[in-house]
């Protein structure tokens, strides 16, 4: 897991602080002068944006890395008035506001990958990634995308949620944890749970939960979920205790995945694993209690196609609950050239 920096941007102070803010993830991530650069423009077109066309304007700025290159991701979020033609709103010249109308274009040209999801009246939401140094051609293309939203509970410093993944050729091992409550020891929960499970990706989802069951039995305890898709079999696997969600959307329907409750570390009446068929091009979902449950991808035209990352984000956007920390996993299946 990575920490997010999450920088409200509602007046014109705000650009500027979020523009040094990722110009600083930058520096330490080792991009160089010039690459910097296009981080501050990017970073400052879309704050721009969300400063002069939206309201409740979020942006989100964090570290990824893909084939040992360091990246930053740039995920802003508004419930604006959206826009009625995005190719329109893209083209340089193009402004609703007397400016020169040159942003969109600017932020996609600078970007190494771009993505923007827009409804009027409900919202816009757009995703960047820039990277240290170019991806070799040769290893653009993956396999999966995964997308991640991890932030606390409005107040608290540090987040009571905590997620994890493994992936190789064969499989995508993910785990989403939300530590009792919130906080500190919520955070030292949730952490136990990651270090589980990194020590034992090579075993089945329900014999990691069994495994941080002991584990956190010194700590306040936590839900746990762990997914597991094998490509070569086709199937998914998956153990849950508490409230952690999990949908899984392909091309011929849905199905919801079973947690049972309990508290890992606390109070466990049962763990079992379920398995399903996975269905290639699939999507998966997975979320903390911070995040509502009565969403429905369907209510966003086209969504489901957008990159995991803009749809973790939509969903944080319309259905976070105040109250609490929130977690929401994304994994897709991208079909094989």
């Not at 960047?128 to 939203?149: F, M, Q, Y």
């Not at 495994?211 to 762990?226: D, E, K, M």
């Not at 959307?249 to 079992?272: A, D, M, P, Q």
């Amino acid at each position: 897991m990575t920490h997010t920096l999450a920088l409200p941007i509602v007046e014109p102070s705000q650009a500027g602080e979020a523009r040094r803010s990722a110009i600083a993830l930058a520096t330490h991530l080792g991009f160089n002068q010039t690459e910097q650069g296009k981080v501050g423009i990017v970073v400052t077109e879309i704050a721009n944006n969300l400063v002069h066309h939206a309201k409740n304007g979020l942006l989100l700025v964090q570290a990824i890395a893909k084939h040992n290159i360091h990246g930053l991701e740039i995920l802003a979020l508004d419930t604006g008035p959206g826009m009625r033609n995005i190719s329109e709103c893209m083209r340089d010249g193009f402004s609703t506001r007397g400016t020169a109308g040159n942003g969109l274009g600017a932020i996609s040209r600078l970007s190494s990958f771009f993505d923007i999801s827009s409804i009027p009246d409900i919202g816009t939401a757009i995703l960047c990634h820039l990277w240290a140094s170019p991806i070799p051609t040769n290893l653009s293309s993956d396999h999966l995308e995964l997308g991640v939203v991890c932030l606390p509970k409005p107040g608290e410093e540090v987040c009571g949620d905590a997620w994890a993944c493994e992936i190789s050729q064969e499989r995508i091992l993910v785990l989403v944890a939300d530590g009792l409550g919130h906080g500190s020891l919520a955070a030292q929960a949730s952490t136990e749970a990651v270090r589980v499970f990194q020590e034992n990706v090579h075993r089945s989802p329900q014999e990691i939960i069994a495994a941080a069951h002991q584990a956190l039995r010194s700590t306040r305890g936590a839900a746990v979920a762990i997914a597991e898709i094998n490509f070569a079999h086709q199937s998914l696997r998956f153990a849950g205790v508490g409230n952690i969600a999990g949908s899984v959307f392909w091309s011929g329907g849905k199905y919801n995945l079973v947690s049972y409750n309990g508290t890992v570390g606390c109070e466990v009446h049962k763990i079992r694993e379920f398995t399903h068929q996975w269905y290639p091009g699939g999507l998966l979902i997975m979320h903390s209690d911070g995040l509502g449950t009565q969403w429905r991808l369907e209510r966003y035209p086209g969504l489901i196609h957008k990159h995991p990352s803009l749809i973790a984000g939509v969903l944080y956007r319309d259905f976070f609950r105040l109250r609490d920390d929130v977690t929401v996993l994304v994994v897709r299946e991208n079909a094989l050239p």
